[in-house]
Nanobody, 123 residues
Framework: QLQLVESGGGLVQPGGSLRLSCAAS????????IGWFRQAPGEEREGVSY????????YYADSVKGRFTISRDNAKNTVYLQMNSLSPEDTAVYYCASGPPLAGRMWYEYDYWGQGTQVTVSS
């Protein structure tokens, strides 16, 4: 059974950091493009970052570029999202998802989703 489980969310002060993890079971993560998405209340789901299985390339939304870093640990079958310099605008539920090698930044390109982890940035 294919499963993705996110962890690492929580409450952090502005300027702080968090590292989200997306652990896969039932399939090798490196065969798939893995994306991170976020959704704030009343907002559409936004593509934050992805790491491609086809060439290892990465993508970052303009809103997180220079602050977030996506990485993959194939031995642990886990993808990480390191988030630095967090601001209240980053508050959302963060989801990871797996898709085919050419999946991009849109949520509908992805097939399997984790349950999400809440990130709250507040003083």
């Amino acid at each position: 059974q294919l499963q993705l489980v996110e962890s690492g969310g929580g409450l952090v002060q502005p300027g702080g950091s968090l590292r989200l993890s997306c652990a896969a079971s039932g399939f090798p993560l490196d065969y798939y493009t893995i994306g991170w998405f976020r959704q704030a209340p009343g907002e559409e789901r936004e593509g934050v970052s992805y790491i491609s299985s086809s060439d290892g390339s990465t993508y970052y939304a303009d809103s997180v570029k220079g602050r977030f870093t996506i990485s993959r640990d194939n031995a642990k079958n886990t993808v990480y999202l390191q988030m630095n310099s967090l601001s209240p605008e980053d508050t959302a539920v963060y989801y990871c998802a797996s898709g085919p090698p050419l999946a991009g930044r849109m949520w509908y390109e992805y097939d399997y989703w984790g349950q999400g982890t809440q990130v709250t940035v507040s003083s």
